[in-house]
């Protein structure tokens, strides 16, 4: 299986926006939920516009990333190089112990 060392800034964009749908398919699941919840359990007192509200501003926050300043994307880039990078450093200290082992026996 061929890894990812490096990924396209279009490939990037991209994989920035399936993560803020997923977020925001989550925010409106949870709050929804939420919502209901608080609605049926006590329609007097509401309190579901609090996360909301909170998360909702978090949301803003992502979607500029995503789609305005795109800072979402060099995340998404460097997260690939890192996670390369790692996976090197992983696979050579696995040869460094399969030598050692082959040098014992």
């Known amino acids: 299986m061929d890894r990812m ?3 396209s800034r279009e490939d990037a964009q991209k994989r920035a926006q ?4 997923a977020h925001a398919g989550i ?20 309190w579901f516009y609090w ?3 909170g998360w909702g501003a978090g ?3 992502h979607a500029v990333g995503v789609f305005v300043t795109h800072r979402s994307a060099e995340r998404v880039m460097h997260r690939v190089a890192q996670r390369a990078e790692r996976r090197e450093k992983r696979s050579e200290r696995q040869e460094i112990r399969a030598a050692r ?3 014992h026996n």
């Open 27 to 46: 925010y409106v699941a949870v709050n929804a939920f939420l919502a209901y919840l608080d609605l049926t359990n006590n329609p007097q007192q509401t």
């Open 51 to 53: 996360p909301l509200a």
């Open 59 to 61: 949301l803003a926050a």
């Open 5 to 7: 060392t490096t990924i």
């Open 101 to 103: 082992k082959h040098a």
């Open 18 to 21: 399936q993560i803020f749908f």
